[in-house]
């Protein structure tokens, strides 16, 4: 399943609202976030990119904004970002860390 679609004639298609496990507790330190999954006691280190993305998520931003935010901040071309945001995400799930609300 693809997170972020681009299609150049339509923009970004949201394919649903992404939002944290209300069960993982997250601090930042310095360029990176710690996050804590209280259910299964893993601590995981997020760098500075990751780090980001995970507070836009936190926010409350839906998968079109994130990438729309993330692809203002840091210097990447929208392919890549998909590709590399579509394996993070897929991480997160597989660690049950986020939920994806269809």
Known sequence: MLLFMNNESKGVQSVGEMKPNP???FKRLGDEIVLFHL???HFYELNGTAARFWEL???GHD???VRQ???KEFAVDHQEF???AEAFLAS???ENLISNDE
């Open 92 to 94: 997160l799930r597989q």
């Open 63 to 65: 998968d079109a904004e």
């Open 57 to 59: 998520l936190h926010e």
């Open 82 to 84: 998909d590709a590399e």
């Open 23 to 25: 069960n993982v507790l």
């Open 39 to 41: 259910e299964t006691d």
């Open 69 to 71: 935010l993330m692809l």
